[in-house]
């Protein structure tokens, strides 16, 4: 079955650190895997696009990381601010009969505290 | 334009009655979508189109639920007789292209909140 898994499902954290977000999936076959943000009231903004053979991908402060092996992905964001808070939502696509056919995470939650 | 723009941002109903909401794609997007948002981030799809002609339907619940785009026109998804259960947040998105370069590119709308009552 397709499952895209998120983790933690909600996340507080201070100004100005780190935090990772995990992304674990059973899409198969895999063609690529996005992060979206979605602010409150918002639709979902893309962050950084992984096909197969990308390890590694930054968006300013925002970087996602890919094992197709082990088929996890991360979100890793640098010294946090307050407009970071938000949902980020792992979004796994697969192509199939035609067309890519993506399967949505729950997401991870971020509020970041002053 | 360089967005997706939905109407309207807010919509109640009573139980029964029609609702309708619009989606205007990004200017040259040959692709829409609709996605119903129930839960928090737990997005579901509905139907795709591709210009005017539904391109994947899967999702549609078929009794009470049509969507249309038609040329020169907002896409338009319309449900029937609206059920408490229908209360969720309606997304559109379009994309240029179903395989392009970057795999499935697409740019969200900000959304419909329909409320049944």
């Known amino acids: 079955k397709n499952q895209v898994e998120q983790s933690p499902q909600s996340l507080i954290i201070l100004e100005g650190k780190n935090c990772t977000l995990q992304c674990n999936y059973t899409v198969s076959p895999f063609s690529n895997l996005r992060w979206y943000k979605q602010d409150t009231g918002r639709g979902p903004v893309s962050l950084t696009i992984?096909?197969?053979?990308?390890n590694t991908k930054s968006n300013g402060r925002y970087t996602a990381t890919l094992d197709a092996d082990t088929k996890q992905s991360s979100l890793h964001i640098t010294a946090s601010q307050l407009s970071d808070s938000a949902s980020y939502i792992c979004v796994v696509s697969r192509w199939a009969g035609g067309s890519y056919i993506p399967t949505f995470g729950r997401g991870t939650s971020l509020i970041v505290h002053p | 334009g360089e967005e997706v723009a939905q109407t309207p941002k807010h919509l109640v109903r009573g139980e029964g009655q029609k609702a309708k909401l619009y989606c205007a794609p990004i200017?040259?997007?040959?692709?829409v979508f609709w996605y119903q948002q129930v839960l928090k981030n737990e997005f579901k799809f509905l139907i795709s189109f591709q210009n005017e002609n539904v391109f994947d339907e899967t999702g549609m619940p078929k009794e009470r639920f049509s969507a249309k785009c038609l040329p020169n026109s907002p896409c338009s998804l319309e449900i029937q007789a609206t059920k408490l259960e229908d209360s969720a947040v309606y997304f559109c998105?379009?994309?240029?292209?179903?395989?392009?370069?970057?795999?499935?590119?697409?740019?969200f709308g900000s959304g419909t909140r329909l409320t049944v009552v």
């Open positions: 992984m096909t197969f053979s990308e």
């Open positions: 998105a379009s994309s240029q292209a179903l395989r392009s370069a970057e795999g499935y590119g697409y740019t």
């Open positions: 200017k040259g997007h040959s692709y």
